[in-house]
């Protein structure tokens, strides 16, 4: 009976999914996703795009650069900062020539990452540092207690 | 356990902690500043008229020269004037020490300026930048010495332009500046298309050689005065400031120009 019962539920789960699965097969959809990158576009002086030319990435206080882009024809790259500060973005024009941006990127600003997600806070930090202490604390004093 | 032997040992560790506390907050870095001529002045190279152009000496008179950030309110003053031969050492020699500024906090020094003022005493007493070498084509071999007495001030805000970050100083280490000047403003560049600003901008060894007397040109800027090209020659001197690659505002020069 039980077994019955089993094989029941398969078919109902089957017959109501099957369908919808048709509907969408042939459908087109979308998604909002969260921007994984900041997007830039470089000119010159005139105006006009600096374009397919090589791009230096230096994250904050770092002498040598982390990664090497290429604008295309409109001058626009793209970058993905992975942490909060001042990153420096070197794009190299014509005859040797260069223009440095030093962005500020804020903890809004960081793509592709929840405000506070996965980050500790100094408070979080002494709270946590506390807790172990006074859980060892505890557990000392409970092994170490005079038995009656 | 005694009340004397518990002070004690309170005592020690916070006595321990406040040393190590005021070793630690102690300034033991350095930021050096360097100009550099690069390749075009240690190595030579061809001007935009065909003229191949070795430097024996590129001197430059700078003075009131600082490294900072404001944002981060960090300022490094190197106290002093300075004569700087940017042509010294071999042809792959490193850019020229100007000096060190000690003791400074650890930070990001990525803006510069720098003066570039006439020498008060000396050989070339009133000038503020001195070339001489050689410049020769087909048979034709010419010394020269040019005085310029052309003084400006250089602002670089956004920072250096290369392969790397200059100016980053950390705690306990070293880093370094770069004042660079770009002396194919000057004289253009052969290996650089003729439309090119290098070469449009620029005046070319030409400009001098027509001042030549028995073999050789010694000349100097206010002789060039009645010059058609003087105006594209100082504009070329206002443009030789740089910070690697990026350019530098230009403040403060000694000739008015009408736009």
């Known amino acids: 009976?039980?077994?019955?019962?089993?094989?029941?539920?398969?078919?109902?789960?089957?017959?109501?999914?099957?369908?919808?699965s048709l509907v969408y097969s042939h459908g087109t959809a979308y998604e909002i996703i969260r921007p994984d990158s900041i997007t830039i576009r470089a000119s010159f002086d005139t105006g006009e795009p600096i374009a397919h030319t090589d791009v230096l990435v230096f994250p904050?206080?770092?002498?040598?650069?982390?990664?090497?882009?290429?604008?295309?024809?409109?001058?626009?790259?793209?970058?993905?900062?992975?942490?909060?500060?001042t990153w420096s973005l070197q794009v190299r024009g014509r005859g040797g020539h260069g223009m440095r941006i030093n962005l500020d990127i804020n903890q809004e600003l960081l793509p592709g990452e929840p405000s506070g997600s996965g980050r500790v806070s100094y408070l979080q930090k002494i709270v946590m540092a506390a807790c172990v202490v006074w859980g060892l604390t505890g557990t000392a004093l409970f092994f170490s207690r005079k038995k009656a | 356990m005694s009340f004397t032997r518990i002070r004690f040992l309170c005592i020690v560790p916070v006595a321990a902690f406040i040393f190590l506390y005021g070793c630690s907050s102690e300034k033991n870095s350095a930021l050096v500043f360097r100009a550099n001529g690069e390749d075009f002045v240690r190595q030579g190279f061809i001007d935009k008229q065909g003229w191949a152009i070795a430097f024996d000496t590129v001197l430059v008179h700078l003075s009131d020269i600082a490294a900072y950030n404001k944002k981060e309110g960090l300022r490094a003053e190197l106290q002093g004037n300075f004569a700087v031969d940017l042509a010294a050492g071999d042809d792959n020699a490193i850019p020229v020490k100007v000096g060190t500024v000690d003791n400074v906090a650890?930070?990001?020094?990525?803006?510069?300026?720098?003066?570039?003022?006439?020498?008060?005493?000396?050989?070339y007493r009133g000038s503020s930048i001195v070339m001489t070498g050689k410049a020769i084509k087909d048979s034709?071999?010419?010394?020269?010495?040019?005085?310029?007495?052309?003084?400006?001030?250089?602002?670089?805000?956004?920072?250096?332009?290369?392969?790397?970050?200059?100016?980053?100083?950390?705690?306990?280490?070293v880093a370094d500046v770069e004042m660079t000047f770009h002396f194919d403003h000057i004289f253009g560049d052969n290996d650089a298309p003729m439309d090119n600003h290098i070469n449009s901008s620029s005046v070319g060894f030409d400009f001098f050689y027509q001042y030549r007397d028995g073999g050789k040109v010694a000349v100097s800027q206010s002789?060039?005065?009645?010059?058609?090209?003087?105006?594209?020659?100082?504009?070329?001197?206002?443009?030789?400031?740089?910070?690697?690659?990026?350019?530098?505002?230009?403040?403060e020069q000694s000739t008015e120009l009408h736009d």
């Not at chain 1, 009976?1 to 919808?20: D, E, H, N, S």
């Open chain 1, 60 to 85: 904050p206080d770092q002498t040598e650069a982390q990664s090497e882009v290429t604008t295309d024809a409109n001058g626009i790259f793209a970058f993905s900062p992975d942490r909060p500060g």
């Open chain 2, 106 to 123: 650890a930070g990001n020094y990525q803006s510069l300026k720098f003066k570039v003022t006439k020498a008060t005493a000396g050989e």
């Open chain 2, 223 to 251: 002789e060039l005065k009645q010059d058609d090209e003087y105006e594209t020659f100082v504009r070329a001197l206002w443009s030789l400031g740089h910070c690697g690659e990026g350019h530098c505002e230009v403040s």
């Open chain 2, 140 to 173: 034709l071999s010419i010394p020269f010495i040019i005085k310029i007495n052309e003084t400006m001030t250089f602002t670089c805000t956004e920072g250096y332009v290369g392969d790397e970050i200059k100016g980053i100083v950390k705690e306990d280490s």
């Open chain 1, 1 to 20: 009976m039980r077994r019955i019962g089993k094989q029941c539920m398969r078919w109902f789960l089957l017959i109501l999914v099957f369908p919808a």
